[in-house]
């Protein structure tokens, strides 16, 4: 069964310290992989894809992911952490010539000042 | 603005009620789909629709209907609301893509509807 595992249900770190939030998935072939973020009552917002080429995709607000097809992994990274990135990250994924989008289970990131 | 809308955006019923929740978009995408998100279960996809008149069943779809008679239009139907359709519900839109390669654009979302059944 295709699957995305979002191992940790909560990182918490310290602002300015780098951040990770990790993502592995169990898709057949060469998937679309995205990751997105839900701020409290609102609706998700994209903040960037990995869809084939270079593995490291840079996208909104000074976030980043790396994709590694051995280890089937996307996880999200910045460099320095924000208060303000405190909020919901879901990654998800997309198998290749298909429509169905399969989520994860989120990670909720709190930066303490 | 681009924007997807979503109505009611809160939703009170009770069993067996049938109700309906809209959802519109003003990008001219090709692609729209709902999903329902549950405390622990992350997103999960109800239906989702390439095109007018093209709808196919996501991962959950029993005691949902779908229909997509116009490009900006995906209203999702619950004919007979269980209280295990308490939910907190989106709906999404992107770009469709060439025929074949799938959706590899991102999506656009709603703000959300909270539905509860008692």
């Known amino acids: 069964a295709q699957s995305v595992a979002q191992p940790e249900d909560q990182v918490n770190v310290a602002e300015g310290n780098p951040l990770t939030v990790k993502c592995t998935y169990s898709?057949?072939?060469?998937?679309?992989l995205f990751w997105y973020v839900q701020y409290p009552n609102r609706g998700l917002q994209f903040l960037l894809k990995y869809i084939t080429g270079d593995n490291l995709v840079k996208g909104s607000y000074g976030f980043e992911a790396e994709f590694n097809k051995s280890q089937t992994s996307f996880h999200l990274k910045k460099p320095s952490a924000l208060v303000s990135d405190s909020s919901l990250y879901f990654c998800a994924v997309r198998p290749t010539g298909g429509f169905k989008t399969i989520f994860g289970a989120g990670t909720r990131l709190f930066v303490k000042a | 603005e681009a924007q997807v809308t979503q109505n009611p955006r809160y939703l009170i019923t009770v069993t067996g009620k049938k109700l309906t929740v809209t959802c519109s978009q003003n990008?001219?995408?090709?692609?729209m789909s709902w999903y329902r998100q549950d405390p622990g279960l992350g997103l999960r996809q109800i239906y989702y629709?390439?095109?007018?008149?093209?709808?196919d069943k996501g991962d959950v779809p029993e005691g949902y209907k779908v229909s997509r008679k116009e490009k900006r239009n995906f209203p999702l139907i619950l004919e007979s609301p269980s209280p295990n359709q308490t939910s907190l519900y989106f709906c999404?839109?992107?770009?469709?893509?060439?025929?074949?390669?799938?959706?590899?654009?991102?999506?656009?979302f709603g703000p959300g509807t909270r539905l509860t059944v008692t």
């Open positions: 629709s390439m095109n007018v008149e093209v709808t």
């Open positions: 898709v057949s072939g060469n998937p679309y």
């Open positions: 990008m001219n995408h090709e692609y």
């Open positions: 999404a839109s992107s770009l469709r893509g060439s025929r074949g390669a799938g959706v590899s654009y991102e999506q656009y």
